[in-house]
Every structure is written in C-alpha cells, then in structure tokens.
C-alpha cells in the first residue's frame, strides 16, 4: 500500500485488539436479544469522541422486541467537507449461543497465538472492529474527503434482521439517495468478496389421518405412512430433480451450488415421553403428522416454481393415494441477492484487495441469507457486498477466533477502499 494509510494501521493493531475484545466481553446473546442497548451505547461514544453523529434507533414491535429486550441498533455518520458518496459498513452485533465444547471463557476475548477467541469474535465483532479502525483512520488522514461514511450497528441478523436491518431499510436508512456503497464484514475471509446469497423458502406440511384402536389400524388412518409417501416422493423426484441444477452464482462451499432441501423435523403420533417417564405408550393410530422443510434456491429458480414444485408433488399424492389429504404452511420466504461484478464496490475492494494482498479476489456468494436481502429488497440497494476479516467456518462453533493480521489486512483494504471512493485517489 503506497499511501500514509497502511503504517496508520500497524500503529493502530493495539487499539483494533482493545476494541475487538470491548465488543466481545458485552455478551450481545439472541436469544433472547441480550444488552443491544449496552453495546449501542459503547459505539456511540467510540464514534461520537471521533467525529460521528450518531442515532440510536429501537425497533419496536419487531419479533422479540421488549422492555426487557429492547431491539436497539445504531447508525453513526461522518462527513468530509465536499459532498460525495457514502460508504455505509453494517455489522450485526447479535450472536448466537456459546454451546458447549470452549477451551476459553467465550467472553472474555482472550488473545492467544496473534487471535481473539470468544462468542462473535469473528461473526461479526472482529469486522466490525476492522471497520472502525478503517473509517477512523481515513478520516483522520483525509480530513478534506468528500462525502460520507456511515458506521451501523444492527440487531437480531442471526434470527432474519427484522430487528435490525429490515427495520431501518424500511425506514429509509437504506435507500439509493442515502447511502451509495454498502459493504457487510460478515467473515467471509480477506481475500474473497461475497456477492450475494441464495434464496430460502420454508415451509410446514401436515398429513391428516384418522386415529383408532393402534391393534386394528385398519380402522383408522395413519397419518405417518402418509407422511412416508411424502418422503419417498421427495427422495424418488424432488431431491434428484434438485441435484441436477447448478447456479451460475458462485457459491461455496461447492455442495450448495445445486439446489438443497433439509428436513428439519418430523413430528407424528403420540408426543415423546418426558424423560424420566417409565410408563408404556398408549396403542394410537396417528391422525396428524407434521414436517418443517428448509428449501434453499439458486437464483435461477423463480420462488413460485419453487413452491409449485412441492405443491404439485403433494397435489399428485391426493390423485393417487387413498384418503391422502395435507395443509401446507408457509413459514418465511427469502429470495435470492446477487450484486453484479461491474458494481463500483465490487471493483473497488477488488483493486484495494489487489493493492494490499497482491492477489486477485475470489468471488463467492453465500449458501445462507443474511441481511443483504433486506438491502437489496427493502431498501432497493444493488450496489452492496458482504467483506470482512475471518473463517466463515467458525462461526457459531466452539472456540470461534479472528486473526488479528488478518483483521488489519481487511482494515487496510476498507480503508483503501474509503480512499478509492471518496478522495478519488487512484
Ligand atoms: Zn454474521
């Protein structure tokens, strides 16, 4: 990197570990949504002693939202004395339960082996904390930039971002004439650039039967073989129909370049037995069972051909099977989002990545969502990637850490990017 930037960034590699290790020690869990309001607070006065102004935002009514869990989410902008583009980076400061398996307190942020271990260091605290110390460092040394950099912190992206970004796009906080560049440090590692995601589409299907004396089910009807019908159709047509299309979308890893389903429970019959219950199971013939599917499309897939596909599978089971009647329940819907390589942010990181790293990006797109949607959707922002320090892997395992080199590289390369943008430099 030839400009003062980079050696700004080596002087800051103290300040990006306090920071990191600040954010991880406040316990932001959901569920239920725990103390969004605490680290809104800490990034206000971060960003407010810098230059900021700063808005904290409640999404009230949103699911989950409470006095006792508010959904609290802020935005901080800061602007050059020229006018210009704004670069908004948005992290979501939710994270998902620690489980079991830590060889480290998981809120601590302990540092070991030149990394930050803890609950959220690298989904997404770590590229939050890079962003930071990017904006903070190009404002400093490009005090005369033109245009805007917002920082945002969101809630609730770990249960669908209705809490955080949805609510906030619905509001107009990312709309085209506010925001013109949106980069997501979601760990996606430094040198790749995620594009987009997959669509996903969820839904219940319950199979009715009749329920009878379990030693003449003749005299009933099961409602769990019919459920077995259902299975069997998918596995002899839908899950081979599903394998043989491949996205253009780069996704990874490699398995989710097709179109998938999983099966996310199964439930019929009689409820399971509380443990501890030494009783035997009454004989009944099962008259409801119920499946949830979690259906993960390609961008080439329109959502109503996705729908229609099991549709018309369970509609050909009620021509064909004896007394063979279901509901099918729509549970959530999310399309896909892909931002076009030509984009400016695209071939802006591109180059700075280059600049930094001295290798070409990898483009890739995610198998999952995550809150692009709600920009693309919502707030009809196409111009808007997910970049950011650390291994996507190693979200929500045990034992989750983010590099500190590979948080400053990541750093650099905002920072670069903030100078490409909005100082014109080359
Ligand atoms: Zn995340």
């Known amino acids: 990197m030839t400009s003062p930037l980079s050696a700004l960034f080596e002087a800051r590699r103290d300040d990006l570990i306090a920071l990191t290790q600040d954010l991880i020690r406040i316990p932001?869990?959901?569920?239920?949504?725990?103390?969004?309001?605490?680290?809104?607070?800490?990034?206000?006065?971060?960003?407010?002693?810098?230059?900021?102004?700063?808005?904290?935002?409640?999404?009230?009514?949103?699911?989950?939202?409470?006095?006792?869990?508010p959904r609290w989410n802020i935005i901080a902008r800061h602007s050059g004395p020229h006018g210009g583009d704004c670069v908004h980076f948005n992290s979501h400061t939710d994270v998902v339960e620690t489980g079991r398996g830590w060889s480290f307190d998981p809120f601590a942020g302990t540092v070991s082996n030149g990394r930050i271990y803890g609950r959220g260091a690298c989904d997404?605290?770590?590229?939050?904390?890079?962003?930071?110390?990017?904006?903070?460092?190009?404002?400093?040394?490009?005090?005369?930039?033109?245009?805007?950099?917002?920082?945002?912190?969101?809630?609730?992206?770990?249960?669908?971002?209705?809490?955080?970004?949805?609510?906030?796009?619905?509001?107009?906080?990312?709309?085209?004439?506010?925001?013109?560049?949106?980069i997501i440090p979601e760990p996606l590692n430094k040198d790749r650039i995620c594009l987009g995601h997959r669509g996903g589409w969820w839904a219940q299907i319950?199979?009715?039967?009749e329920i009878a004396h379990g030693s003449m089910p003749f005299l009933g009807d099961c409602a769990v073989r019919h459920m077995g019908a259902v299975l069997s159709a998918f596995e002899e047509t839908l899950f081979?129909?599903?394998?043989?299309?491949?996205?253009?979308?780069?996704?990874?890893?490699?398995?989710?370049?097709?179109?998938?389903?999983?099966?996310?429970?199964?439930?019929?019959?009689?409820?399971?037995?509380?443990?501890?219950?030494?009783?035997?199971?009454?004989?009944?013939?099962?008259?409801?069972?119920?499946?949830?599917?979690?259906?993960?499309?390609?961008?080439?897939?329109?959502?109503?051909?996705?729908?229609?596909?099991?549709?018309?599978?369970?509609?050909?089971?009620?021509?064909?099977?004896?007394?063979?009647?279901?509901?099918?329940?729509?549970?959530?819907?999310?399309?896909?989002?892909m931002t076009d390589r030509s984009a400016p942010v695209v071939q802006t990181v591109a180059r700075a990545i280059e600049d930094i790293m001295g290798k070409k990006p990898?483009?890739?797109?995610?198998?999952?969502?995550?809150?692009?949607?709600?920009?693309d959707r919502i707030g009809r922002l196409k111009n808007c990637i997910a970049y950011g320090p650390g291994i996507l892997e190693l979200a929500?395992?045990?034992?989750?850490?983010?590099?500190?080199?590979?948080?400053?590289?990541?750093a650099k390369v905002m920072g670069r990017t903030l100078e490409t943008l909005l100082t014109g430099a080359a």
């Open 28 to 69: 932001t869990l959901n569920p239920p949504g725990r103390d969004y309001r605490a680290i809104c607070e800490y990034l206000d006065r971060r960003l407010s002693a810098r230059g900021f102004s700063t808005e904290l935002i409640r999404a009230t009514g949103t699911p989950g939202d409470s006095d006792r869990y």
């Open 124 to 182: 997404m605290k770590g590229g939050l904390a890079a962003s930071v110390i990017a904006a903070e460092a190009f404002t400093e040394t490009h005090p005369e930039y033109s245009g805007h950099i917002e920082i945002s912190g969101t809630a609730d992206e770990e249960s669908g971002g209705y809490g955080g970004v949805a609510y906030l796009a619905e509001r107009g906080y990312f709309s085209p004439d506010r925001v013109q560049h949106v």
């Open 206 to 209: 319950e199979t009715k039967g």
């Open 240 to 337: 081979p129909a599903m394998a043989a299309r491949r996205t253009e979308m780069p996704v990874v890893p490699e398995g989710a370049r097709q179109s998938t389903m999983n099966i996310n429970s199964v439930h019929g019959g009689e409820p399971e037995p509380e443990p501890g219950f030494s009783g035997l199971p009454a004989h009944c013939v099962p008259d409801s069972c119920r499946i949830v599917i979690d259906r993960r499309f390609l961008a080439e897939e329109p959502l109503d051909q996705v729908r229609a596909e099991v549709t018309a599978l369970l509609e050909g089971l009620k021509e064909t099977r004896a007394d063979f009647d279901y509901t099918l329940t729509e549970l959530n819907a999310v399309l896909p989002s």
């Open 362 to 375: 990898d483009y890739v797109a995610s198998p999952g969502t995550y809150d692009q949607k709600h920009i």
């Open 396 to 410: 929500h395992k045990p034992d989750e850490y983010v590099g500190i080199d590979d948080m400053l590289d990541s």
